[in-house]
């Protein structure tokens, strides 16, 4: 009896058991090198919330283009509404933080339902090509409907009431950026669980080889667009929570530049890994925020030399060179890759 | 009437500047299968570089516009032959990166070395004046234009459609393994034709700098304009970039004439409807 246990066990250990040992793992290093730089840089509290934001804003875009395949250049318009939804209802008198980032979550994912639509219809570079306009859309409304949006100027003045009707919102942006560490650490669990489910497994299955998905039986169309709806959620929250850390609004946040910037974080970090847009995202802005404080002229050069480096030396992403590491390493010993 | 005129002139003229720019892109999109969002760095640096002959060197405008394509083609060589060759054939997103990339790097350089300021391109005298053309006057250098957006058009359709070099290139780009085993020499043929689509490029981003200002952002600010323009005319078709230059064209110098708040409003919601009943484009191959 107890060999039969033992047996069983030690089978199921390398499929589920590791990968769990290894998702908490991940998870808890996410949290410790979130608290490590609550810890080692106090004083640049709001440039870490706003890498927060934006890895949210990355992790959206994986879900769709590193687990669906379908490549876009206009996220920033999910990002966008979750965060002009929140500034305006904000503006407007509910203050609550939580209630807030549920509304950028259902603008996000409002946006994402009507942007699925549109882009689904085309194929490759014409998709490419629709997400663009569908931002440029978005940022010619937001700017044409001042009244609401405070156009080129931004929405300003948003207060923010107390978190849990404790924790204020403070000048240092302690409070928003644990809000927001917590926000993230949620959400990464909730996506985890979702890619690994039979949806995701299935997501997966139509960024291979949709033609086939489509033979088994499935409906490709609304599984993709389901996957947009949870990726705007995911994208509106990063709006929101930007909204809330940084008490402005501006237009910049449905911009085609925010949006290749977050696709270029996803592709150095690595497609179709949770793990990867978070590493890129930390990497291309603190890059970003380096170079731009040595020499404010440079930075877009260096920048761009960055992006030749990455395609030339490691088109898979960091997180490819990593796994292409550990998975020699593993070789090496004779396991399983 | 009056206004209806001058806009159709008008559009007429900036479709013709975005269709000698686009159609390099077109060419290297359809024909070598490469999203290159760098093409508008190449239609900036020779923006530059006849500035810089014109206005500095004091040069004539004609010896200005040779300059600047030979200068852009040179530069573009060594780009082409370490950067480019690596990303021929791979996933759209790993060229997308690279040509982003070398955009970023020309902006950087262009900004560091000419500053922020916008730069002109002197015309010469017999362009810079209004020509009566019987029922109008219009500026002579909007009859340049299209005057170039002909030429280039008619040009490009005789070298792909009835030249020993066409032949080659349209069979290297419906099998490339195949020509190069029937010995046709695709590297060469890939040069020659990149070459031909910076040249154009540079040809357009000095002619059409009266439409398209020249200054270091202009390569990120008009690469989305190009790309849409070139998706869709169908990548790689010379009828699709012209049907789509004349009428984006026109769709957006409408725009901007009679309601000028809306900014860039008609020329995406056009493109979208264009692309939602053509998903590949005008006169898009089927892929």
Redesign the interface.
């Known amino acids: 009896m107890q060999v039969i246990a033992q047996t069983e066990s030690v089978a199921a250990a390398p499929s589920t058991g590791s990968r769990w040992l290894r998702d908490v793992t991940g998870v808890i290093l996410i949290i410790a090198a979130g608290l490590a730089g609550y810890w080692l840089f106090p004083d640049n509290l709001a440039l870490l919330t706003r890498v927060i934001a934006i890895a949210l804003l990355v992790l959206s875009i994986d879900l769709i283009t590193g687990y669906c395949g379908v490549a876009t250049l206009g996220q920033a318009a999910l990002f966008g509404a979750g965060a002009y939804a929140a500034g305006i209802a904000c503006v407007n008198g509910v203050t609550e933080p939580l209630t807030l980032i549920v509304i950028g979550a259902v603008a996000g994912s409002a946006a994402g339902l009507l942007m699925g639509t549109i882009m689904l219809r085309a194929h490759g570079l014409a998709q490419l090509v629709l997400s663009i306009a569908i931002v440029q859309l978005f940022h010619e409304a937001a700017n044409k409907a001042s009244a609401y949006t405070g156009g080129s100027d931004g929405l300003a003045g948003l207060t923010v009431s107390p978190l849990f009707g404790v924790f204020e919102f403070d000048l240092w942006g302690q409070t928003a950026y644990l809000f927001g560490l917590a926000l993230l650490v949620v959400v990464f669990v909730v996506l985890k669980f979702i890619v690994s489910s039979p949806f995701g497994m299935l997501c997966r299955g139509i960024k291979q080889d949709p033609i086939r998905i489509r033979a088994m039986g499935s409906f490709v169309f609304p599984v993709l667009l389901k996957m947009f709806v949870i990726s705007g959620a995911v994208a509106g929250m990063g709006g929101a929570l930007a909204a809330i850390s940084t008490q402005v609004v501006g237009l910049d946040s449905v911009s085609f530049e925010l949006s290749a910037n977050a696709l270029v974080m996803l592709v150095l970090g690595g497609l179709g890994t949770l793990y990867g847009a978070l590493v890129g995202t930390v990497i291309f802005m603190g890059f970003e925020h380096i170079v731009s404080s040595i020499n404010p002229f440079h930075w877009m050069t260096m920048v761009g030399a960055l992006l030749i480096a990455v395609v030339i030396a490691a088109p898979g992403g960091l997180s490819g060179v990593l796994e292409r590491i550990s998975g020699s390493g593993r070789g090496k010993k004779g396991g399983r890759a | 009437m009056q206004t209806i005129l001058s806009i159709a002139i008008d559009a007429f003229a900036y479709g013709m500047a975005l269709f000698i720019i686009c159609i390099g892109l077109s060419l290297t999109?359809g024909l070598m299968r490469v999203?290159n969002l760098a093409h508008g760095a190449f239609a900036m640096i020779a923006g530059y570089i006849a500035s810089y002959a014109a206005r500095d060197l004091g040069l004539g405008y004609a010896v200005a516009i040779f300059l600047a394509i030979i200068g852009t083609v040179i530069i573009s060589i060594p780009i082409e032959r370490l950067?480019y060759r690596?990303?021929y054939g791979?996933p759209?997103?790993?060229q997308?990166?690279?040509t982003?990339?070398?955009?970023?790097?020309?902006?950087?350089?262009t900004?560091?070395f000419f500053g922020p300021t916008l730069k002109t391109i002197p015309l010469p005298g017999s362009l810079s004046q209004p020509v009566d053309i019987g029922f109008k006057t219009i500026a002579a250098h909007r009859l340049f234009v299209m005057a170039c957006g002909g030429v280039v058009a008619g040009g490009l359709w005789f070298l792909i459609e009835r030249t020993d070099f066409g032949i080659k290139l349209r069979a290297t780009v419906d099998n490339a393994a195949m020509a190069d085993a029937l010995g046709v020499r695709t590297q060469v043929v890939y040069a020659i034709s990149f070459a031909i689509a910076i040249g154009l490029a540079a040809l357009g981003g000095v002619v059409g700098a009266e439409f398209l200002p020249i200054e270091p952002y202009y390569a990120?600010r008009y690469m989305?304009t190009f790309?849409?323009v070139v998706?869709?005319g169908g990548?790689g078709s010379i009828p699709g970039a012209v049907v789509a230059c004349l009428l984006l064209g026109a769709v957006d110098t409408t725009g901007r004439y009679l309601m000028p708040?809306?900014?860039?409003?008609f020329f995406?919601?056009a493109?979208?409807a264009i692309?939602?009943v053509f998903?590949?484009?005008f006169f898009g191959r089927a892929?």
Do not use: D, H
Request: proline fraction near 2%.
């Open positions: 999109m999203v950067l690596r990303i791979k759209e997103l790993i997308v990166l690279m982003i990339g070398i955009t970023f790097c020309v902006i950087g350089i900004n560091y990120l989305v790309l849409v998706s869709v990548a708040e809306f900014g860039n409003f995406y919601a493109v979208i692309v939602c998903p590949r484009g892929q």
